[in-house]
T-cell receptor, first 111, second 111 residues
Framework: GEDVEQSLFLSVREGDSSVINCTYT??????LYWYKQEPGAGLQLLTY?????DMKQDQRLTVLLNKKDKHLSLRIADTQTGDSAIYFC???????????FGAGTTVTVRA | DAGVIQSPRHEVTEMGQEVTLRCKPI?????LFWYRQTMMRGLELLIY????????DSGMPEDRFSAKMPNASFSTLKIQPSEPRDSAVYFC?????????FGPGTRLTVL
């Protein structure tokens, strides 16, 4: 959507780190999410962060949030071929179930 | 739990025909969402229900689209008459207030 922007493509070598960036415009965003979509499948929630946090780590995934700049990033350490997918950034407000999604970043992992 | 169930997984129809997409949310979830995904427009929220009541249908493209949720375990999205520009993947998602769980989607092709 217009409120959430992402770069469209990322190519990364297997074993390297991937960094996917996202910017959003709604200053009242409370929750920020990263979803993964594999070919032919639905979206799967990878991780999310509350707006009062600036970092969250979960195994190979690290989410960084710069609330001042409204910038969110997802770092995938030791990227594997199974990480090839489309990654969506999304945001919502605490009193609203609606999610606003970015256009998605297609991550291609090359050997 | 089997997750969100959608049927059919694939639908091919001719322009002008009625199309009905079905969704069974996860038991106990009180919110249900219908999304449409296309290459051009990305992921768009069409409508969402809370406790079987439509809360926001502002994303429904036009009067040809309608959605119902007669009970907590079933929802339909109907397109009548269908047009080629309706070709997309339609996702249903359900939520208990935190995470949205997506179904596998229905790929609709209108010839």
């Amino acid at each position: 959507g217009e409120d959430v922007e992402q770069s469209l493509f990322l190519s990364v070598r297997e074993g390297d780190s991937s960094v996917i960036n996202c910017t959003y415009t709604d200053s009242s965003s409370t929750y920020l999410y990263w979803y993964k979509q594999e070919p032919g499948a639905g979206l799967q929630l990878l991780t999310y962060i509350f707006s009062n946090m600036d970092m969250k780590q979960d195994q190979r995934l690290t989410v960084l949030l710069n609330k001042k700049d409204k910038h969110l990033s997802l770092r995938i350490a030791d990227t594997q071929t199974g990480d090839s997918a489309i990654y969506f950034c999304a945001e919502s407000r605490s009193n609203d179930y609606k999610l606003s999604f970015g256009a998605g970043t297609t991550v291609t992992v090359r050997a | 739990d089997a997750g969100v169930i959608q049927s059919p997984r694939h639908e091919v129809t001719e322009m002008g025909q009625e199309v009905t997409l079905r969704c069974k949310p996860i038991s106990g979830h009180n919110s249900l969402f219908w999304y449409r995904q296309t290459m051009m427009r990305g992921l768009e929220l069409l409508i969402y229900f809370n406790n079987n009541v439509p809360i926001d249908d502002s994303g429904m493209p036009e009067d040809r689209f309608s959605a119902k949720m007669p009970n907590a375990s079933f929802s339909t999205l109907k397109i009548q008459p269908s047009e080629p520009r309706d070709s997309a993947v339609y996702f249903c998602a359900s939520s208990d207030g935190d995470e949205q769980f997506f179904g596998p989607g229905t790929r609709l092709t209108v010839l």
